[in-house]
């Protein structure tokens, strides 16, 4: 086995992270991390990984992007054909990863998974630039296609069917909130004694505990 990859390491230098450093609410602070994020600079901060499984408890990852959250959850957009939405549909069960490696922290966001109103949907498509639009309709997507050409052949002809008018929400495309019951806020510590607090759901409220790194 080759140890290339045994030296890459890195000892984060950031000050040891306590429970009085929290907010008692996992939205705060996840909004005060996220702002940390986004005034740091690093790309697309709203870029997180979602974990769904199937019926049967086989896991899938993929990169999305969190477009709202508030009290209520944190939302994201896809086709309700994907196979994301299919797992959702068999085992709502999910957990969303933001990886903000750049700043030695990470957020974990557990719950379940349910969809938006089609109000909701429809308010955030109508946003979209015209391209991002045009691709909601383009794609079925995870389906098997034989090329890109036939994508880009799509493409165009909707172009010309919406040349003068509104493009409308595709029925299949929506959004999901991810409901929390649980949040872990990690931090990276000298020696790999990182900090990581556990947020978990108590009907109303939250209690919070310290993990072991």
């Not at 991390?33 to 005034?39: H, M, V």
């Not at 974990?108 to 991002?132: D, H, N, Q, W």
């Not at 090329?147 to 010309?160: C, D, N, P, T």
């Amino acid at each position: 086995m080759s140890d290339a990859l045994h030296h890459l390491r890195r000892d984060y230098d950031r000050d040891p992270l306590t429970e009085s450093d929290l907010d008692p609410d996992p939205v705060k602070q996840f909004r005060a991390w996220f702002e940390d994020a986004r005034a740091s600079g690093i790309p697309e901060p709203n870029a997180m990984t979602l974990g769904t499984a199937d019926a049967s408890g086989r896991v899938s990852c993929r990169t999305v992007l969190l477009k709202a959250y508030d009290v209520r959850g944190f939302v994201f957009f896809t086709n309700y054909g994907s196979r994301k939405a299919r797992q959702i549909a068999e085992n709502p069960q999910a957990s969303i990863l933001f990886p903000w490696v750049a700043l030695a922290r990470q957020v974990e966001i557990a719950g379940r998974a349910e969809k938006i109103s089609v109000a909701e949907s429809i308010a955030y498509f109508l946003s979209r630039p015209i391209g991002s639009r045009l691709g909601a309709w383009v794609s079925d997507q995870s389906d098997v296609i034989p090329s890109r050409q036939i994508l880009l052949a799509k493409f165009e002809e909707l172009k010309r069917k919406f040349a003068h008018g509104e493009i409308p929400k595709p029925e299949g495309w929506g959004g999901y909130r991810i409901v929390p019951d649980s949040a872990e806020f990690w931090q990276g510590g000298h020696d790999r004694l990182h900090d990581r607090f556990f947020y978990q759901r108590k009907g109303d409220a939250w209690t919070i505990s310290r993990l072991a790194p």
